[in-house]
């Protein structure tokens, strides 16, 4: 079992930044071999896929809407993956959620994922 555990979000005007942090506890991600990823729900739409980071760390993979603005990583010393969201814009606004698969494949639906955070909210203002 993994527990995922969420901060980071907030209130940001467009342009502005700010950094995701996903605490895992139970089962270390480098030993059993998850991939993590982040994923985001704004009101009356679907949950979408954002980024998603292979066990090793060394592959990654984001969705067209924020390639080049955001940035996944992981720190598996900390249990901790990160989501660094530069350049925000209005429709970036969501509620965001941690999400863990064990395995070595990374995939864009979230009904791969094992388990997920509680989520934090992302609003970014005009």
């Known amino acids: 079992q993994v527990q995922l555990v969420e901060s980071g979000g907030g209130l940001v005007q467009a342009g502005g930044s700010l950094r995701l942090a996903c605490a895992a506890s139970g089962r270390t991600f480098s030993r059993y071999g998850h991939v993590v990823g982040w994923f985001r729900q704004a009101p009356g739409k679907e949950r979408e896929f954002v980024a998603a980071?292979?066990?090793?760390?060394?592959?990654?993979i984001y969705a067209d809407s924020v390639k080049g603005r955001f940035t996944i990583s992981r720190d598996d010393a900390k249990n901790t993956m990160y989501l660094q969201m530069n350049s925000l814009k209005p429709e970036d606004t969501a509620v965001y959620y941690c999400a863990a698969r064990q395995g070595i494949s990374m995939y864009y639906s979230p009904t791969r994922y094992d388990y997920w955070g509680q989520g934090t909210q992302v609003t970014v203002s005009s």
């Open positions: 980071i292979s066990w090793s760390g060394g592959s990654t």
